[in-house]
Antibody
Framework: EVQLQQSGPEVGRPGSSVKISCKAS????????MNWVKQSPGQGLEWIGW????????DYAEKFKKKATLTADTSSSTAYIQLSSLTSEDTATYFC???????WGQGVMVTVSS | DIQMTQSPSFLSASVGDRVTINCKAS??????LNWYQQKLGEAPKLLIY???SLQTGIPSRFSGSGSGTDFTLTISSLQPEDVATYFC?????????FGGGTKLELK
């Protein structure tokens, strides 16, 4: 059974960074890119970017190029997203998703608060 | 970027009604269109993938159709547990883009 298990909720101070994980199981981690998606409170969904775990190559949506950094650890089948220079606009739930959207993590709520 | 226009934004229907939700892509996305159901505080739940394939475990009252630019999600007989927000995702090309969502309520 394919599962994407994400880390727990995060609270970050304005200007700080947070790093969220997404541990994949039930398939070969390096066979599929991992996508990341943002859902702001009461809002729609935005694609942040993807990482190819095998090669470490990445692609980002323009608005997230200076905000998000995607990495992956093949030894633990875990993908990460780091969000930097946090502002209130980063308060949202962040999902990882793989295999053309077939599988999603449970989401991580990030709250930016002083 | 491919724009996904979803309609309606809100839908009120009665138990047993047939419900349809539409997504229109700004360009051809073949059949690379998924439909999801999302309840408050939960992750999106995949209902239909690649336009018309029913995800395992999803009731057969859900169905999807379409290809190219026009897609439809149909609930053949609305049940109380179907109250949720529904959205489409095109994964034909990056960036992935999503429909704006349809909030489905019981009348």
């Amino acid at each position: 059974e394919v599962q994407l298990q994400q880390s727990g909720p995060e609270v970050g101070r304005p200007g700080s960074s947070v790093k969220i994980s997404c541990k994949a199981s039930g398939y070969t981690f390096t066979d599929y890119v991992m996508n990341w998606v943002k859902q702001s409170p009461g809002q729609g969904l935005e694609w942040i970017g993807w990482i190819d775990p095998e090669y470490g190559s990445t692609d980002y949506a323009e608005k997230f190029k200076k905000k998000a950094t995607l990495t992956a650890d093949t030894s633990s089948s875990t993908a990460y997203i780091q969000l930097s220079s946090l502002t209130s606009e980063d308060t949202a739930t962040y999902f990882c998703a793989s295999q053309g959207g077939l599988y999603w993590g449970q989401g991580v709520m990030v709250t930016v608060s002083s | 970027d491919i724009q996904m226009t979803q309609s309606p934004s809100f839908l009120s229907a009665s138990v047993g009604d047939r419900v349809t939700i539409n997504c229109k892509a700004s360009q051809n996305i073949n059949r690379y269109l998924n439909w999801y159901q999302q309840k408050l505080g939960e992750a999106p739940k995949l209902l239909i993938y690649n336009a018309n394939s029913l995800q395992t475990g999803i009731p057969s009252r859900f169905s999807g159709s379409g290809s190219g630019t026009d897609f439809t999600l149909t609930i053949s007989s609305l049940q109380p547990e179907d109250v949720a927000t529904y959205f489409c995702l095109q994964h034909n090309s990056w960036p992935w883009t999503f429909g704006g969502g349809t909030k489905l309520e019981l009348k």
